[in-house]
């Protein structure tokens, strides 16, 4: 365990935990309610709610892009700014550090709900439950999950909910996406808000068909930079305030700093590393206050290293002082902690805002981007060890050996992170969704595996998790549930299927019907946001939406990158087959009758049964037999996914983002043919062994994974876990072999979990003395404690490998 | 080619048998019968069946199965075997569902080999590492033994041999034209001692230490076992064997009690049970007897 100075103890101890808990299975199960969603300290902020009521309520009328604009302009003048005794970088999307952000827009049911309960009593005192529901009275049918609700009926409604939804899940929540921070720096607010002007005075001479949608557009996107301008002036204003009232020399010089920061960011293009961060976080936090958002997205280093290069050679900074602005700025990533229903808290267990930064790759001309921030931004880490950002390290073959051995050193502590991305899997793919190649190059991860493109029009979120070994019980049902009830496709009978192909070919059918429905809920949503949420200011940042004069979601990045459905259990399916391929119709050890019925029973009474199945060859072991089906299984439930379209004719498709879903959704499955019992977790990741399946190492490991073709699929996921002492020593350098011959192999995802089991097994009996440990769920790391038991054990049980 | 061997493993991501990640070939049989023995089931050359009661859940398939009457059920315990009975037909490991009933050892042709072996080519290029052979005692499998390496070394694979080093002189000769490094396991330098723990002379594995440490990079691998080869006086005289060989790199390997409980797997009594690896600050005592003398030396796998 590497020791830290004093200094440096004192930095972490400002980091404001606000994760949530994982204390509930999918369908509302309660577990460990008694635990709370969030710390004790934590509470609910009201005050946007507030602000943004009375904004509306004042322009009710008025054409919704601009009402949103006013409301964003009439929150950032009126909440309350705090500056910490520490903060130099500064910005707040809630009024107290403890407070959680709040999305009354979106959705209020399960929020007034939780807050009586005892996992979220102590978000509201009585008096703040009482402002709660005044609130409410004016959100009622106004909020997007009312306008939603009404939207939709009979069996779409029913894909809203795991179980009735057959296999597919749908969720409205918060979105990610990346700004064009280039541009915005390139330019400055007032670049931007010139742009806006000039485009005006062009439609106001060529009048567009659209010419009134254009213009309220523009106008509204140039009351939302204004705004934000406003908004770091009364900052400036604050510090100087701190400043003039402060003894302590060395305060009021961090202060007047601040101060002097924020009179030039965001407005003007930045001239120091310090204002080019501040610039960065402003539109970080008021992206989050205009509309729920996660994430972050930006390339790190290739953004902020020529800053950080300029300083440096002016002599403006030291390594040093640049570390600490990092590690300042981390601390405030931790105070966008964002409040969850109870199903979402089931699915993103132990999340705060799901940040994740980018560093390394290639520039968009193809060159290697690592610069002195790269490294930085690994010290940072180091010293860290938060939950958030999680880093995401784009690989490729000239990613330099020392920035591995570096990102080896902090994945050693445990943390989880840097995750390496492959550029030689992730090219591919984006070229096959029609994206330029200089577009693909830029490409970014911003929350667990999300593709983005910074600065491109994509404004996506995981709206669901697609459930693929729900799909095949379907295959197996002739499209129904337990009871009877026809939830998928109406599929011939598996008791007449004479092969494997009979049974993936319904299984395709499956997926594909019930994808397509998920996406009808997808798409309808999608024109409620347009219609009900526009987002001017971050459509402000958006390559084409002030040159088109058109808003985020009235256009889209004519790719598929930019719809994503997270997709679950995709090797439960393939080692089912190979199970059902190798019992039930080659050797013929076990009748589909009998298959049937043990499944229907959860295996009570057909031990035999399961135990076939169980030893059927299974993915992750480098066999044939297994990893063709896994191909199968896996290339052809995307091809049919993406045959269901998004509003704009584009493709949807998968993701490999698990997040704690794998667990979440395992929990309410039934049986499933490879041998797993009812509730069990699904394997943990797309391209995840199912835990202990795996038995031939880790190189066996990412052999099978790379028979997955990334460009013929989706972007994956992939979690491995070594003892610490697999990274250590003479180890190490092999170790960083190993993460070459992944790069080599060409798979797209991989991440560590660096643990000793016994370390998890002491935090769990005694979680009071393992505060900080992380690990890593899936496309993010989470506190342990914050998880619940079974979402612990599955973490446990992912297979060790040993070196 | 279709030439055959008896192996009970092939082990993938080994990174402790030779430089780099390396897939390591167990070979069975072994002419030596050490007392500390770790693989235990890789003394025999016949396939032999192990039985891990742990897995065990008193089915009774495999008593069902067994044409000799050698499995034995009683009630709420793992099913017994009658070890004198065994014919190792493995009536039982095919009847067994729940992996409590193996067979330890399998015919495998070079093909198949070279085919697992090739698998992680990628982790070989990248890591500097290859292939091993180990055992069991891959010498007293030469024809076999050397078609695979020369299979190896068409594919231009690095590759390394542990060995005990008991066998005939054309063995080794044999296996050093395809080999780039020998790792060498030397017991007891003492030749009486050398026969009470391991059952044979030691002075045909000097012999062909000799030969093998002049022909190919040699290095040596020490097996600690308290009380009996860890006197400093031993470590002195074999680092000392070490410098006058040109050997630069020796291994000390302290005891582990893997060996007994796979030894109760096959039905073995444990030759010494009371065996222990020797106190750490021992083994660093030792270490820098052979560091001193400029030779490197690892401790552990």
């Given at each position: 365990?590497?020791?830290?100075?004093?200094?440096?103890?004192?930095?972490?101890?400002?980091?404001?935990?606000?994760?949530?808990?994982?204390?509930?299975?999918?369908?509302?199960?309660?577990?460990?309610?008694?635990?709370?969603?969030?710390?004790?300290?934590?509470?609910?902020?009201?005050?946007?709610?507030?602000?943004?009521?009375?904004?509306?309520?004042?322009?009710?009328?008025?054409?919704?892009?601009?009402?949103?604009?006013?409301?964003?302009?009439?929150?950032?003048?009126?909440?309350?700014?705090?500056?910490?005794?520490?903060?130099?970088?500064v910005g707040n999307n809630v009024a107290t550090p403890q407070g959680l952000f709040f999305g009354i827009d979106m959705n209020w049911r399960s929020v007034r709900r939780i807050v009586d309960q005892?996992?979220?009593?102590?978000?509201?005192?009585?008096?703040?439950?009482?402002?709660?529901?005044?609130?409410?009275?004016?959100?009622?049918?106004?909020?997007?999950?009312?306008?939603?609700?009404?939207?939709?009926?009979?069996?779409?409604?029913?894909?809203?909910?795991?179980?009735?939804?057959?296999?597919?899940?749908?969720?409205?929540?918060?979105?990610?996406?990346?700004?064009?921070?280039?541009?915005?720096?390139?330019?400055?607010?007032?670049?931007?808000?010139?742009?806006?002007?000039?485009?005006?005075?062009?439609?106001?001479?060529?009048?567009?068909?659209?010419?009134?949608?254009?213009?309220?557009?523009?106008?509204?996107?140039?009351?939302?930079?204004?705004?934000?301008?406003?908004?770091?002036?009364?900052?400036?204003?604050?510090?100087?305030?701190?400043?003039?009232?402060?003894?302590?020399?060395?305060?009021?010089?961090?202060?007047?700093?601040?101060?002097?920061?924020?009179?030039?960011?965001?407005?003007?293009?930045?001239?120091?590393?310090?204002?080019?961060?501040?610039?960065?976080?402003?539109?970080?936090?008021?992206?989050?206050?205009?509309?729920?958002?996660?994430?972050?997205?930006?390339?790190?280093?290739?953004?902020?290293?020529?800053?950080?290069?300029?300083?440096?050679?002016?002599?403006?900074?030291?390594?040093?002082?640049?570390?600490?602005?990092?590690?300042?700025?981390?601390?405030?990533?931790?105070?966008?902690?964002?409040?969850?229903?109870?199903?979402?808290?089931?699915?993103?267990?132990?999340?705060?805002?799901?940040?994740?930064?980018?560093?390394?790759?290639?520039?968009?001309?193809?060159?290697?981007?690592?610069?002195?921030?790269?490294?930085?931004?690994?010290?940072?880490?180091?010293?860290?060890?938060?939950?958030?950002?999680?880093?995401?390290?784009?690989?490729?073959?000239?990613?330099?050996?020392?920035?591995?051995?570096?990102?080896?050193?902090?994945?050693?502590?445990?943390?989880?992170?840097?995750?390496?991305?492959?550029?030689?899997?992730?090219?591919?793919?984006?070229?096959?969704?029609?994206?330029?190649?200089?577009?693909?190059?830029?490409?970014?991860?911003?929350?667990?595996?999300?593709?983005?493109?910074?600065?491109?029009?994509?404004?996506?979120?995981?709206?669901?998790?697609?459930?693929?070994?729900?799909?095949?019980?379907?295959?197996?049902?002739?499209?129904?549930?337990?009871?009877?009830?026809?939830?998928?496709?109406?599929?011939?009978?598996?008791?007449?299927?004479?092969?494997?192909?009979?049974?993936?070919?319904?299984?395709?059918?499956?997926?594909?019907?019930?994808?397509?429905?998920?996406?009808?809920?997808?798409?309808?949503?999608?024109?409620?946001?347009?219609?009900?949420?526009?987002?001017?200011?971050?459509?402000?940042?958006?390559?084409?939406?002030?040159?088109?004069?058109?808003?985020?979601?009235?256009?889209?990045?004519?790719?598929?990158?930019?719809?994503?459905?997270?997709?679950?259990?995709?090797?439960?399916?393939?080692?089912?087959?190979?199970a059902i391929q190798k019992n039930v119709f080659e050797e013929k050890t076990v009748s589909m009758e009998d298959l049937l019925a043990a499944l229907a029973s959860n295996w009570e009474g057909y031990?035999?049964?399961?135990?076939?199945?169980?030893?059927?060859?299974?993915?992750?072991?480098?066999?044939?037999?297994?990893?063709?089906?896994?191909?199968?299984?896996?290339?052809?439930?995307?091809?049919?996914?993406?045959?269901?379209?998004?509003?704009?004719?584009?493709?949807?498709?998968?993701?490999?983002?698990?997040?704690?879903?794998?667990?979440?959704?395992?929990?309410?499955?039934?049986?499933?043919?490879?041998?797993?019992?009812?509730?069990?977790?699904?394997?943990?990741?797309?391209?995840?062994?199912?835990?202990?399946?795996?038995?031939?190492?880790?190189?066996?490991?990412?052999?099978?994974?790379?028979?997955?073709?990334?460009?013929?699929?989706?972007?994956?996921?992939?979690?491995?876990?070594?003892?610490?002492?697999?990274?250590?020593?003479?180890?190490?350098?092999?170790?960083?072999?190993?993460?070459?011959?992944?790069?080599?192999?060409?798979?797209?995802?991989?991440?560590?979990?660096?643990?000793?089991?016994?370390?998890?097994?002491?935090?769990?009996?005694?979680?009071?003395?393992?505060?900080?440990?992380?690990?890593?769920?899936?496309?993010?790391?989470?506190?342990?404690?914050?998880?619940?038991?079974?979402?612990?054990?599955?973490?446990?049980?992912?297979?060790?490998?040993?070196? | 080619?279709?030439?055959?061997?008896?192996?009970?493993?092939?082990?993938?991501?080994?990174?402790?048998?030779?430089?780099?990640?390396?897939?390591?070939?167990?070979?069975?049989?072994?002419?030596?019968?050490?007392?500390?023995?770790?693989?235990?089931?890789?003394?025999?050359?016949?396939?032999?069946?192990?039985?891990?009661?742990?897995?065990?859940?008193?089915?009774?398939?495999?008593?069902?199965?067994?044409?000799?009457?050698?499995?034995?059920?009683?009630?709420?315990?793992?099913?017994?075997?009658?070890?004198?009975?065994?014919?190792?037909?493995?009536?039982?490991?095919?009847?067994?569902?729940?992996?409590?009933?193996?067979?330890?050892?399998?015919?495998?042709?070079?093909?198949?080999?070279?085919?697992?072996?090739?698998?992680?080519?990628?982790?070989?290029?990248?890591?500097?590492?290859?292939?091993?052979?180990?055992?069991?005692?891959?010498?007293?499998?030469?024809?076999?033994?050397?078609?695979?390496?020369?299979?190896?070394?068409?594919?231009?694979?690095?590759?390394?041999?542990?060995?005990?080093?008991?066998?005939?002189?054309?063995?080794?000769?044999?296996?050093?034209?395809?080999?780039?490094?020998?790792?060498?396991?030397?017991?007891?330098?003492?030749?009486?001692?050398?026969?009470?723990?391991?059952?044979?002379?030691?002075?045909?594995?000097?012999?062909?230490?000799?030969?093998?440490?002049?022909?190919?990079?040699?290095?040596?691998?020490?097996?600690?076992?308290?009380?009996?080869?860890?006197?400093?006086?031993?470590?002195?005289?074999?680092?000392?064997?070490?410098?006058?060989?040109?050997?630069?790199?020796?291994?000390?390997?302290?005891?582990?009690?893997?060996?007994?409980?796979?030894?109760?797997?096959?039905?073995?009594?444990?030759?010494?049970?009371?065996?222990?690896?020797?106190?750490?600050?021992?083994?660093?005592?030792?270490?820098?007897?052979?560091?001193?003398?400029?030779?490197?030396?690892?401790?552990?796998?």
């Amino acid at each position: 365990m590497a020791t830290h100075s004093p200094q440096e103890k004192n930095v972490r101890d400002h980091l404001v935990v606000k994760t949530v808990r994982n204390i509930r299975k999918h369908g509302g199960r309660e577990e460990d309610a008694d635990k709370g969603m969030y710390r004790p300290d934590i509470r609910l902020d009201l005050e946007r709610s507030i602000l943004l009521t009375e904004s509306y309520k004042a322009t009710e009328g008025e054409p919704m892009v601009l009402r949103r604009a006013k409301a964003l302009d009439h929150i950032l003048s009126n909440m309350t700014l705090y500056i910490q005794d520490w903060e130099k970088i500064v910005g707040n999307n809630v009024a107290t550090p403890q407070g959680l952000f709040f999305g009354i827009d979106m959705n209020w049911r399960s929020v007034r709900r939780i807050v009586d309960q005892d996992e979220a009593k102590t978000l509201l005192d009585d008096e703040g439950r009482k402002k709660l529901d005044e609130l409410i009275e004016y959100w009622k049918g106004k909020s997007m999950s009312d306008i939603q609700q009404k939207m939709f009926t009979g069996p779409v409604l029913e894909c809203w909910q795991i179980p009735k939804g057959g296999a597919g899940t749908w969720s409205h929540w918060s979105e990610l996406g990346v700004p064009d921070y280039e541009k915005a720096f390139t330019l400055g607010f007032s670049g931007l808000i010139k742009q806006c002007r000039a485009r005006l005075d062009e439609i106001d001479q060529t009048v567009p068909f659209d010419y009134v949608d254009q213009k309220e557009f523009l106008q509204a996107v140039i009351i939302s930079l204004e705004a934000v301008i406003k908004f770091a002036r009364r900052f400036a204003a604050l510090a100087r305030e701190k400043a003039f009232q402060t003894h302590d020399p060395a305060d009021r010089a961090r202060l007047e700093a601040v101060a002097k920061v924020c009179d030039r960011a965001p407005e003007h293009p930045p001239e120091t590393l310090h204002e080019a961060l501040q610039s960065f976080f402003f539109i970080h936090v008021v992206r989050y206050i205009e509309f729920s958002t996660l994430g972050i997205g930006v390339r790190f280093d290739k953004v902020f290293g020529p800053y950080y290069q300029k300083d440096l050679e002016a002599g403006r900074i030291t390594r040093e002082e640049a570390l600490e602005l990092l590690q300042l700025l981390w601390l405030k990533f931790h105070e966008l902690g964002l409040i969850y229903s109870p199903t979402l808290s089931a699915i993103y267990g132990g999340v705060a805002a799901l940040q994740a930064i980018c560093i390394g790759g290639v520039d968009e001309t193809g060159k290697d981007v690592t610069n002195e921030m790269t490294y930085l931004v690994l010290d940072c880490a180091e010293k860290m060890r938060s939950p958030e950002p999680t880093i995401a390290l784009r690989y490729h073959d000239g990613t330099p050996r020392e920035l591995i051995s570096r990102a080896v050193d902090v994945i050693r502590t445990g943390v989880g992170y840097p995750a390496f991305f492959n550029d030689k899997a992730i090219l591919p793919l984006l070229d096959r969704w029609e994206v330029p190649l200089h577009d693909a190059r830029d490409y970014s991860i911003s929350g667990c595996v999300y593709l983005e493109l910074p600065g491109k029009n994509i404004s996506h979120r995981a709206y669901g998790g697609f459930i693929l070994p729900a799909a095949l019980l379907c295959a197996l049902s002739q499209g129904r549930d337990a009871a009877g009830n026809l939830v998928g496709a109406p599929t011939p009978d598996p008791m007449g299927f004479s092969g494997i192909e009979d049974l993936m070919d319904a299984y395709e059918e499956q997926v594909r019907y019930m994808f397509q429905r998920l996406c009808t809920i997808e798409n309808t949503c999608q024109t409620l946001y347009e219609r009900h949420l526009p987002r001017p200011f971050y459509s402000a940042l958006l390559e084409g939406c002030i040159e088109k004069g058109m808003e985020t979601k009235k256009w889209g990045y004519p790719s598929p990158v930019a719809n994503i459905c997270i997709v679950l259990g995709p090797v439960n399916v393939s080692d089912a087959m190979a199970a059902i391929q190798k019992n039930v119709f080659e050797e013929k050890t076990v009748s589909m009758e009998d298959l049937l019925a043990a499944l229907a029973s959860n295996w009570e009474g057909y031990e035999h049964v399961r135990r076939l199945m169980i030893n059927a060859p299974k993915f992750g072991n480098d066999d044939d037999y297994a990893d063709r089906l896994a191909v199968e299984v896996q290339h052809r439930s995307a091809a049919a996914m993406e045959k269901a379209k998004n509003r704009f004719g584009v493709s949807c498709r998968g993701d490999g983002s698990g997040i704690s879903a794998t667990y979440a959704a395992g929990a309410f499955l039934p049986a499933t043919p490879d041998g797993r019992m009812a509730g069990e977790p699904l394997s943990d990741a797309t391209l995840s062994p199912v835990f202990g399946m795996d038995k031939k190492g880790p190189t066996a490991v990412l052999k099978s994974a790379s028979k997955i073709s990334t460009r013929e699929t989706f972007n994956h996921l992939l979690n491995q876990k070594f003892l610490p002492q697999a990274l250590s020593g003479d180890m190490k350098e092999v170790f960083i072999d190993y993460i070459r011959s992944w790069g080599d192999l060409g798979v797209s995802q991989i991440q560590f979990n660096v643990v000793d089991p016994q370390t998890l097994l002491d935090a769990q009996e005694n979680p009071e003395e393992h505060p900080d440990l992380l690990v890593r769920v899936a496309g993010y790391s989470a506190y342990f404690v914050d998880l619940s038991k079974g979402l612990q054990d599955s973490i446990i049980a992912r297979t060790e490998q040993n070196f | 080619m279709r030439r055959t061997g008896t192996i009970f493993n092939v082990q993938r991501f080994c990174t402790h048998d030779g430089p780099g990640i390396r897939t390591t070939v167990f070979f069975k049989g072994c002419p030596l019968r050490c007392k500390w023995c770790s693989n235990p089931e890789s003394q025999k050359m016949a396939p032999q069946l192990m039985v891990r009661p742990s897995k065990c859940t008193g089915c009774g398939a495999c008593a069902a199965a067994c044409p000799e009457g050698a499995v034995v059920l009683l009630p709420n315990r793992p099913a017994q075997t009658r070890w004198e009975d065994c014919t190792h037909c493995f009536s039982c490991v095919d009847a067994c569902l729940y992996g409590a009933r193996e067979a330890a050892g399998r015919e495998a042709s070079v093909d198949e080999l070279m085919e697992e072996i090739l698998a992680d080519r990628v982790f070989y290029e990248n890591s500097g590492g290859g292939v091993t052979l180990s055992g069991g005692e891959p010498l007293l499998q030469p024809q076999f033994a050397a078609e695979l390496l020369a299979r190896c070394k068409e594919e231009s694979l690095h590759t390394a041999l542990e060995t005990c080093g008991h066998a005939p002189r054309e063995a080794a000769v044999q296996l050093a034209r395809s080999l780039d490094l020998v790792l060498f396991d030397v017991k007891q330098l003492n030749p009486l001692k050398h026969r009470k723990y391991t059952g044979m002379d030691n002075n045909r594995i000097l012999r062909n230490l000799e030969f093998f440490s002049q022909n190919t990079e040699t290095w040596l691998r020490i097996p600690l076992v308290a009380e009996v080869n860890d006197s400093e006086d031993h470590m002195d005289a074999l680092a000392n064997l070490a410098i006058r060989l040109g050997v630069q790199k020796i291994s000390l390997l302290p005891y582990h009690e893997g060996g007994a409980s796979k030894a109760d797997q096959i039905g073995l009594e444990y030759p010494i049970p009371g065996a222990c690896k020797p106190p750490d600050n021992h083994i660093k005592r030792l270490t820098r007897i052979a560091s001193d003398l400029g030779i490197e030396v690892t401790v552990g796998h």
